[in-house]
């Protein structure tokens, strides 16, 4: 039995994955953090307080961008194993958390987005840079998010940073205009960052050649359903590594 605890258990995607937890025979929900629900039940105000009072080997943190990097370094130092779901993490924030993950000898898995189909369009993406030398991304979310990019889109960038430079483009410093215009550079892919009413998150990442184009798409609702199975997947099989996994998908095929 992986005993679990989920930071953010009253929130839209911490609640639903809770009850998931619940319908498990292989999973139990030990404690939850919600600062306006602490002290019913086993919900408790802090992360410290949770771990501290109920034993856990995996934290789930669907949070805030403000408070996540503090969660997941808060298990880390008590030897539990995260899977974080929250964005707002930097690439030196994913730096320390590595090197501290190592140290302690737990795993973290940083997923930004826990949809399968997420990581899927991830996965296609990095395969389609291959032999794509042009792209960029666009990052739809709801109009209170308070990251931008954000960290699905982030971590895309970041992906087919990995596999080369997107090129093609006219250097943003020759535009003639507000350069803001331009979007952001993201591990030099230029993200633009959409905040609409009605958006959860969304993102969207073109290629182009002469003549043609490749878009892919992943879209989101307002339901926290996607976010569930992919969450599931993450918390068996943290407990099985050391150091930090990078995306949902990385964790889908290694």
Known sequence: MIRVCVAGVTGWAGKAVAEAIGATSDLELVAGVSRSAA???RVFATVAEAL???PADVLVDFTSAETVKANVLTAIARGVHVVNGSSGLTGDDYAEIETLATRQHVGVVAM???????ALLQRFAALAAELLPSWEIIDYASAE???APSGTSRQLAERLGSVRQPAGSRPVDEIIG???????SVAGSQVHSLRLPSYSVSTEVIFGLPGER?????EAGESAAPYVAGTLVAIRSVVKHVGLIRGLDA????
Request: charged share 20%; proline share 3%.
């Open 112 to 118: 930004a987005n826990a949809s399968i189909m997420a």
């Open 145 to 147: 998010k308070i990251d």
């Open 214 to 218: 490749l878009i892919m798409r992943h």
């Open 178 to 184: 507000p350069r803001e215009a331009r979007g952001t």
């Open 39 to 41: 002290g019913t039940g």
């Open 251 to 254: 964790l889908l095929y290694t």
């Open 52 to 54: 501290d009072a109920a």
